[in-house]
């Protein structure tokens, strides 16, 4: 049965009925691609731009849901801190981040196997911040990136602004990242960096198992080549705890690690991290050089949010609710759509990779969607090679039922499509 | 009278009888130094360290008082947004800005004789940000910057974080940058962009007059070298009107004009702009690139505070009380400090630039303020060529009674650095 991808083992949690049709295998490819420039055409600005859109329903990008998130709690703690300390709240913070918010987040490190100090820690405004600070302290306009494949757009996005090539290496919707591909890449190619979402992959959701996280840790370190370690959905878990980090296997500070909680507490007060590892005086200086350093009233408001302890509880709360909607969306697209699609199995995270039958071309599928006031995420935008053209990542975060008419209505656009 | 500096004429504002000593002639070059990476010791980086002290009392970081802040009326805003509307204030904001927030910036620049449409404004992480996303679009590690000279230290960190040379402009206390010296730079090296803080320059407070930024549009763009203009202190005006900003005679959109309200209304909100002529698309993309978007709530709380046109009052309110203490600190300084003592004569900002007795060393007086519980900010600071070092920057902003043994320390401890 479990062969047949109609029940599954989890660790720890026994056997899992699925809803019909095996998981994914997107990519069979084991070899790098030829490095090459990244240049997005009109259809990531245009998807980026539609995330916006408070008139299109959120169906393809990776917005949490707000009712998930402790607004409530987080409005009070603002007031109040305001109230109780505007003139620390109004003045320049330390550019790599107030004290206690550090001292947070080297805290709750340790749960995903990662002990450092507070001020191994630069805050940052989001993850991208940490990301772009690391890029561009990591390389020059015109160097050699190794990413996923299919990729996170946005990430494509700054490495199209910052001038650089990417060598796209295959991911697995179960193990992630190719480490022979990747390894054969780093052999052939003078790659700067390895970026990877190892944990809840976006948009796979694959979580790469420790061992090979192990490997993938010892690889970049022989090679001299850095790994910068996304870590934004690590926090959500399907699984009974948290997972480690590759950076947890680093020895010699060659891993950098960034996350955020804009997936968990809220995107818009842009407070995310980094442990840059060997790069932390060069990351320092360079997030003063950009913009001295992050707001101050939200970092007093996330700093005091998990002095308090309620975030664990929080987290366990929109984890269970988040693999609730992504299993019951996985099962209604697999109901939905023509048969021969095939759907990725996240144990994390709250996004789903899509592949519709071959043929099937997503970005008429985005634009009809568009029509019907919801967006999706075409596969073509995870990619600067023009693959997963007939794919789609969907965002299982809004995945309540009030959205299966618009899925069953996707699935009938698929189906008109083909024709 | 004139002069001898005694007196002084300000435009309408008849004659005033000034304290003894006449005008800084800070600089007598009139001939840009030769090109010469950045690189800053250990001093700026302490420099940096020490103005966020809370336990020395900044009379040299260019802070504002806070008791000159508009505090509560944003704290009481700010709770009221978070209640009112809190979704909105934790979802990540268009990239470019809070649209609102950009209606209001453009509407502001109308005074400073600049038209633009909120479309053409991109909000950022407080002024630096602005410089920065500004300066990776116009340059590549190793390209040539012009800069005024003295020039603000924040800068000159920036500029070696980014691998950028510059060529120093003498800047005169009261008319800026020298034209004649920036021409012949431009006329033998490869410049790639030009810096000035036109109106109440930092650290001199001079103010370039009209025909003289209109020269300077020109010339910028008869060479087409960008000119990058920061007005971070154009809204504090000693003068009964805001200057107008040296975009206001681009005509081809080579200026890129940036600015913030982190000296006027609160540094911690981290809330700037730029309006980047022919470099707009590249400026929004790199703001994305680096960090998606700016926190949502500052731009809320700010777009409302700017919308009830409360901000020109409180604007009246600061700058005759910035005057006053600038008036004052400069008459203290030239009483407290030993004869040959020299002092600029700002128009506008907080910021006074002493120049000391030749021979005493700035750096020592620096040290022995700092055991005193006070900073000042030493001149060698403010250019990457070892100049300046008998000059200090004061931060008018403190400059109350309460500052005044201080001062007259710093007289003290000058006069003993000099035997």
């Known amino acids: 049965l479990e062969n047949s991808g109609l029940i599954e083992a989890r660790p720890q949690s026994g056997y899992y009925v699925l809803a019909r049709g095996p998981v994914v295998p997107t990519s069979r490819a084991v070899e790098p691609s030829t490095p090459q420039p990244v240049t997005l055409d009109g259809v990531t600005r245009r ?42 709240a109004m003045r320049y913070e330390d550019p790599v981040g107030l004290r206690e918010l550090r001292a947070e987040i080297a805290r709750r ?14 805050v940052t405004n989001g993850c991208n911040e940490a990301l772009a600070l690391t890029l561009q302290c990591l390389t020059q306009p015109g160097d050699l990136v190794a990413v996923e494949s299919p990729m996170y757009y946005g990430f494509l996005a700054s490495l199209e602004t910052f001038g650089l090539r990417t060598i796209e290496i295959p991911t697995l919707p179960e193990s992630g990242m190719c480490l022979e591909a990747l390894e054969l890449a780093l052999s052939t190619h003078p790659v700067k960096a390895v970026i990877g979402i190892l944990n809840f992959n976006n948009p796979m959701g694959s979580r790469m198992p420790e ?52 997936k968990t507490l809220a995107p818009g007060l842009r407070v995310g991290w980094c442990v840059p590892g ?85 970005l008429d599928v985005y634009d009809k969607a568009a029509q019907c006031g919801f967006s999706i995420a075409p596969g073509c935008a995870f990619s600067s090679s023009n693959k997963f053209s007939n794919c789609i990542r969907l965002n299982a975060a809004y995945a309540t039922p009030k959205v299966e008419p618009m899925i069953r209505k996707l699935g009938m656009m698929i189906k008109d499509v083909r024709i």
């Open 47 to 88: 998807i980026m731009r539609d995330a916006r859109d408070p008139h299109l329903v959120p169906l393809g990008p990776a917005v949490p849901d707000p009712e998930l998130l402790p607004l409530e709690n987080l409005r009070r703690r603002m007031s109040s801190i305001a109230r109780r300390n505007p003139e620390r």
């Open 278 to 362: 060997r790069l932390l005086e060069r990351v320092q200086s360079r997030k003063m050089a950009t913009n001295i350093s992050s707001a101050t009233l939200p970092q007093m408001v996330l700093a005091e949010f998990l002095a308090e302890g309620g975030y664990d509880h929080h987290l366990r709360r929109a984890s269970r609710e988040y693999r609730q909607r992504t299993d019951w969306l996985r099962a209604l697209v697999l109901d939905a759509f023509p048969s021969g699609t095939r759907v990725s199995r996240p144990l994390g995270g709250f996004v789903l990779w899509v592949e519709m039958p071959p043929g099937t071309d997503a």
């Open 109 to 122: 490190l340790i749960t995903a196997g990662c002990a450092v100090t507070p001020d191994e820690v630069v």
């Open 211 to 262: 061992e090979r996280k192990r490997r993938l840790v010892e690889l970049c370190a022989q090679r001299g080549v850095a790994l910068v370690e996304d870590n934004l959905y690590g926090d959500i878990s399907f699984e009974k705890r948290i997972p480690e980090v590759a950076k947890a296997f680093d020895r010699d500070g060659n891993v950098i690690l960034c996350g955020s909680f804009s």
